[in-house]
């Protein structure tokens, strides 16, 4: 799958994906809302013209950006609940320095 499909069509097939295209539609639209309170606050929407092409592009960008979102919020509940014993991220992280076989206290060394 090449960058420009997978921007186009992103995999949602994964929990990680899931997340990943509902972020995406999250950030699309955080930079939305933070131009058009730019414009609006300082003043420029008045005599401010963006040109019909690069408004259409533009809007398709976001209409597919937050399509994706939608596609991933959908896929997300789609999938199976995690168990309740599922160790988090940073439990995981915090075993690994744990469980070492030798560490620099049984050897001695300070």
């Not at 300082?42 to 976001?62: D, M, S």
């Not at 950006?65 to 991933?72: F, K, Q, S, T, Y």
């Not at 992280?93 to 206290?105: C, D, T, V, W």
Request: glycine share 8%.
């Amino acid at each position: 799958m090449t960058l420009f499909s997978s921007w186009f069509w992103p995999d949602v097939s994964t929990r990680k994906n899931a997340t990943f295209a509902t972020t995406e539609a999250f950030y699309v639209l955080l930079g939305v809302a933070t131009l058009v309170a730019l414009f609006t606050f300082v003043g420029f929407a008045r005599g401010w013209e963006f040109g019909h092409p690069g408004a259409l592009l533009l809007a398709i960008a976001v209409a597919l950006a937050l399509l994706h979102g939608v596609r991933g919020a959908c896929a997300f509940h789609k999938f199976a609940p995690i168990p309740a014993n599922t160790p988090s991220i940073e439990q995981s992280f915090r075993s690994f320095g744990q469980n070492s076989p030798r560490s620099e206290k049984d050897t001695g060394r300070n």
